[in-house]
């Protein structure tokens, strides 16, 4: 008799501590985020690697030192229902220009003449007059981020949602570069090169 209930208690344990074993599906890209980057193991982003989430993380576990705007580019369409670019770039010496495209039919791009007091340094006015009664398609900021240890990130968002992410460690020749493609998702690549002794 004592033998029977332990056997049966070994049936009717034994399919859930199968069960806890399974492994949860992991994607990918973050296998190949956590192949170069060990300290950025997160079971948030396993499944699906949401790229605000990475860069979240990426910034506690390595300290931003400086961060700088390097362009900004505006879709948009202006009062006559033209589409235009608008394109702020900055220069290590904190020169800012401003370009403006015309975008046509086939996606042609013309750039369109601005006076010098428009195209560097341009003020907050001159940049509403061309938005003005525009509407905005998107809205893309790209950034470097320096960080502490030679580590280095770059990323480019859409409005509040980051569409590319890299992170690079020079020191220990380890890089990830992440985009959201379209069609595929999120798509993280991991590259290493080996160290020089």
């Given at each position: ?52 989430q990475l ?48 975008v046509g ?93």
């Amino acid at each position: 008799m004592r033998l029977s209930l332990i056997s049966l208690f070994v049936v009717f344990v034994s399919p859930q501590a199968l069960w806890a074993q399974v492994a949860k599906p992991v994607s990918v890209s973050y296998e190949n985020v956590i192949r170069c980057f060990p300290e950025l193991k997160d079971e948030n982003l396993a499944f699906k690697v949401d790229l605000n989430q990475l860069k979240e993380l990426a910034d506690e576990k390595f300290v931003t030192a400086h961060s700088q705007l390097r362009q900004r580019k505006v879709n948009y369409e202006d009062a006559d229902k033209q589409e235009m670019n608008l394109i702020l770039r900055t220069s290590g010496k904190k020169t800012t220009e401003l370009s403006l495209q015309q975008v046509g039919d086939k996606g042609v791009l013309t750039d369109l003449a601005l006076t010098k007091n428009q195209r560097i340094n341009p003020k907050q006015e001159i940049i509403n007059t061309f938005l003005l009664n525009a509407t905005v398609k998107n809205d893309e900021y790209s950034y470097i981020d320096t960080k502490l240890n030679g580590i280095v990130s770059t990323y480019k968002r859409n409005f509040k949602v980051i569409v590319e992410y890299d992170l690079e460690d020079r020191a220990r020749k380890r890089s990830i570069s992440c985009e959201n493609q379209k069609d595929l998702g999120i798509i993280c690549t991991c590259s290493k090169r080996a160290l020089v002794k």
